[in-house]
């Protein structure tokens, strides 16, 4: 992660020189995962830590073997100076896989804390998901999860909200999400 962070801090900065000789527009904005990136096997991919976990989700998905091909994130702030994110992915009727990483709220050039946050959370959600293709019980059951969103939705409903990215298949069941109300 270390590498990650140096890295983006040089490409910021390659970008913000670029951006002043004329070379990128001024109104192209930075992003650390616009950048295209190759890796050690040839993979040409976007230049953040969780690229390939989300290549792979799209293969397990195309191969039905998860429902969904994306978790919903969400990624708020917490006590101490803290950022959080989670991830949600259902993998099954009833059994969900969440993904949560914490980092401290940094203010390092070239990638945020709740940037870094969200892709660790993408991140432990493919390990969430190798895990159970591989039958290990790591999928939690709708009040499990029931219960984690309550505590992210009262951190939004406290000012917390930071960003939230959405798959587009998540849903708990209706008498979870009711009993919730």
Not at 17 to 35: C, N, T
Not at 70 to 85: F, K, N, R, T
């Amino acid at each position: 992660m270390l590498n990650y962070a140096i890295e983006a801090f040089y490409l910021s900065e390659a970008f913000d020189e670029s951006q002043q000789s004329g070379l990128i527009p001024d109104y192209e904005p930075y992003d650390i995962g616009s950048f295209i990136t190759t890796d050690d096997s040839g993979l040409t991919t976007f230049n953040t830590l969780d690229a390939t976990v989300r290549i792979e989700l799209l293969k397990h998905y195309e191969a039905n073997r998860i429902p969904h091909f994306a978790p919903d994130q969400y990624v708020i702030s917490a006590p101490g100076g803290l950022i959080q994110a989670y991830a949600f992915l259902p993998v099954a009727p009833d059994r969900f896989l969440i993904g949560f990483a914490q980092v401290r709220d940094f203010r390092f050039r070239g990638i945020s804390a709740s940037e870094l946050a969200d892709q660790l959370s993408t991140i432990e959600i493919g390990e969430g998901v190798d895990s159970w293709l591989k039958g290990d019980p790591v999928a939690v059951n709708a009040d499990s999860t029931a219960k984690t969103m309550v505590e992210v939705q009262n951190a939004i409903d406290s000012g917390g909200f930071l960003s939230g990215s959405f798959g587009g298949g998540f849903e708990l069941p209706v008498s979870i999400r009711l009993n919730r109300l």
